[in-house]
C-alpha cells in the first residue's frame, strides 16, 4: 500500500514561494504519475499539476508560469515549487495519482496566502 505525505505548506505573502514536497512509500511507490492537486472548501478538488504521457509537466492555466513540478529520486519525492504565489492559490495541496485509480489521501498541507 503506497502512503503519500505532503509537506511545507505555510503562510505566505502574495507574491512569495514556497515548495511542497510529496513523500511517496510503500510497495509500488514509485513516483511517475504523481501529481498536486489543491482542495478549496465549498469547491471541487483541482489537479494543477500533472505529466503528460511522455512524461512532460502539465499545469493548469491559474498556476502556468508560476509552478513546476519536480520529482526527487533521492526523497521518493514529487515536489511543487510555487513562485508569485497569489491569494487565490490559498487552499489544501495534496498530491496524488494524476490518472487512474488513485492512492488513499494524504492530510495535504495548507497554503494560506495574503494580500
Known amino acids: 500500500q503506497v502512503q503519500l505525505v505532503e509537506s511545507g505548506g505555510g503562510l505566505v505573502q502574495a507574491g512569495g514561494s514556497l515548495r511542497l514536497s510529496c513523500e511517496v512509500s510503500?510497495?509500488?511507490?514509485?513516483?511517475?504519475?504523481i501529481g498536486w492537486y489543491r482542495q478549496v472548501p465549498g469547491r471541487s478538488r483541482e489537479l494543477v499539476a500533472r505529466?503528460?504521457?511522455?512524461?512532460?509537466?502539465i499545469f493548469v492555466e491559474d498556476v502556468r508560469g508560476r509552478f513546476a513540478i519536480f520529482k526527487d529520486n533521492t526523497k521518493n519525492s514529487v515536489d511543487l515549487q510555487m513562485d508569485n504565489l497569489k491569494p487565490e492559490d490559498t487552499a489544501l495541496y495534496l498530491c496524488?495519482?494524476?490518472?487512474?485509480?488513485?492512492?488513499?489521501w494524504g492530510r495535504g498541507t495548507q497554503v494560506t496566502v495574503s494580500s
Open positions: 496524488n495519482r494524476d490518472s487512474g485509480v488513485l492512492f488513499s
Open positions: 505529466w503528460s504521457i511522455l512524461g512532460d509537466p
Open positions: 510503500g510497495s509500488g511507490s514509485g513516483l511517475d504519475g
